[in-house]
């Protein structure tokens, strides 16, 4: 089974400073990873994706996420974080094969004004 | 569009007590799954179906039953609700079975207590 970290349970920062959160998976396969968003009492929602092609990759929002396959990570980072990024995300993976995914604990984003 | 819909979205139950959590999408996805949210848990497998007709058994089963009523409808039942299983409940599904993986899609959730 594939496991995935997200070492910091809570992240606290002040508006318009710069954030990373960080997610680590163990696989000995190659893998696609997925960044999920999730706003108070609402389900999750992707963020952004990295199937193949170029390790960086960019959301709409300002986000953007690394893999990097050497150190089995796939951080998500933004370079000024507003209050309305304040949400629990969740780092997945799934295998190129099977159709389980698997999800972090969850890391909670306070943007603090 | 409504994408991933679950009922109800909330919900109190007795211990002992039976219910249905209905889940429907209209992607016309092959795989759907069930899972629940726990404070520090992050989200756990329950079921999930890969196709019509097949059903399999994820990271936490057990006190649990589904069903792949047809392609769109993915139900998850508790027969004899436990406090433990007080929890939120998300239903999620995606495309396509083999190939390159795309995302789930969520549904918005059910927020369920045993009391």
């Known amino acids: 089974a594939q496991s995935v970290t997200q070492l910091d349970s809570q992240v606290p920062v002040f508006e318009e400073a710069p954030v990373e959160l960080r997610c680590n998976y163990s696989?000995?396969?190659?893998?696609?990873l997925f960044w999920y968003v999730q706003y108070p009492n609402q389900g999750l929602q992707l963020l952004l994706k990295?199937?193949?092609?170029?390790?960086l990759v960019e959301s709409i929002n300002g986000f953007e996420a690394e893999f990097n396959k050497s150190q089995t990570s796939f951080h998500l980072r933004k370079p000024s974080v507003h209050i309305s990024d304040t949400a629990e995300y969740f780092c997945?993976?799934?295998?190129?094969?099977?159709?389980?995914?698997?999800f972090g604990t969850g890391t909670s984003l306070t943007v603090i004004p | 569009n409504a994408g991933v819909t679950q009922t109800p979205k909330f919900q109190v139950l007795k211990t002992g007590q039976s219910m249905t959590l209905q889940c429907a999408q209209d992607?016309?996805?092959?795989?759907m799954y069930w899972y629940r949210q726990d404070p520090g848990m992050g989200l756990r497998l329950i079921y999930y179906?890969?196709?019509?007709?097949?059903?399999d058994k994820g990271e936490v089963p057990n006190g649990y039953n589904v069903s792949r009523l047809n392609k769109r409808e993915f139900s998850l039942r508790l027969e004899s609700a436990a406090p433990s299983q007080t929890s939120v409940y998300f239903c999620a599904s995606s495309e396509p079975l083999s190939g390159e993986r795309q995302p789930q899609h969520f549904g918005d959730g059910t927020r369920l207590s045993i009391l």
């Open positions: 990295y199937l193949s092609g170029s390790t």
């Open positions: 992607m016309n996805h092959n795989s």
């Open positions: 997945a993976v799934a295998r190129r094969t099977g159709n389980q995914f698997y």
């Open positions: 696989s000995s396969v190659s893998v696609y």
């Open positions: 179906s890969a196709s019509e007709g097949t059903t």
